[in-house]
Nanobody
Framework: VQLQASGGGLVQAGGSGRLSCAAS????????MGWYRQAPGKQREVIAT???????NYADSVKGRFTISKDNAKNTVYLQLNSLKPEDTAIYYC???????????????WGQGTLVTVSS
């Protein structure tokens, strides 16, 4: 199983963007999915999560500006980024807990990261 993230790039402050993360491979079920980010010199932090039932949670730093969503048919999670600020500059990672074999429960999988740079 692998996660492939895309959609990063250079954006001006106040602008918008959308990140995508598609899961592929042997997938029986996807449980929680989420987006994390790691800014230069800082630890990775969780910014948005979505449960299998569609419940969402956001870090205070992005609440009201970012929106997480998913397409179950495509095994894809999205992160809509609005009102971007220079402090949003970071490598963004997607993560998902994926069940490949029901006998063994779920495994945490990570995407490769995509860089979002917000210029002032």
């Amino acid at each position: 199983v692998q996660l492939q993230a895309s959609g990063g790039g250079l954006v001006q402050a106040g602008g918008s963007g959308r990140l995508s993360c598609a899961a592929s491979g042997r997938i029986v079920r996807i449980n929680d999915m989420g987006w994390y980010r790691q800014a230069p010199g800082k630890q990775r932090e969780v910014i948005a999560t979505i449960t299998s039932g569609g419940n969402t949670n956001y870090a205070d730093s992005v609440k009201g500006r970012f929106t997480i969503s998913k397409d179950n048919a495509k095994n894809t999670v999205y992160l809509q980024l609005n009102s971007l600020k220079p402090e949003d500059t970071a490598i963004y990672y997607c993560s998902a807990r994926i069940v490949s074999n029901p006998l063994y429960g779920s495994t945490a999988c990570w995407g490769q990261g995509t860089l979002v740079t917000v210029s002032s």
